[in-house]
């Protein structure tokens, strides 16, 4: 038997998670697809991967091993989208348009990219 607070956050997991998503949805029906797009629902609502995984564990528990030992779920990779900074010109634009009080910060930020150090 597991502990209470076991029990507690698996069913949880049911009504916060498993319940909204699937709906009336036959457990017969679920595929391995549809458990993957599950996990890229919860990862895009901002859960950490630990809950993501217990989540899933929860999932495969009440669809059953027999049902699921085959599924290879998994998180979706991360992006590797390149971040874009501001060029020189752009934040000398932007220390120059900015409001008194934000200005000197602007401009100790566009020295320190400019220079390689903090001003």
Known sequence: MKAPSYQETR?????????PYFGSTAVRVLSEQRAQEFITHLTRR????????SITS????ILGMKNTRDWKLALPKP?????RFFTHAEMLRI??????????????????NSEGRIA
Do not use: C, D, I
């Open 79 to 83: 992006s590797t989208a390149e971040h």
């Open 46 to 53: 901002g859960l950490a991967p630990a809950t993501v995984a």
């Open 95 to 112: 220390v120059e348009t900015a409001p008194g009080k934000w200005k000197p910060l602007f401009a100790s930020e566009e020295v320190r």
């Open 11 to 19: 069913g949880a997991y049911l009504q916060t998670h498993l319940l």
């Open 58 to 61: 929860t999932l495969k528990t």
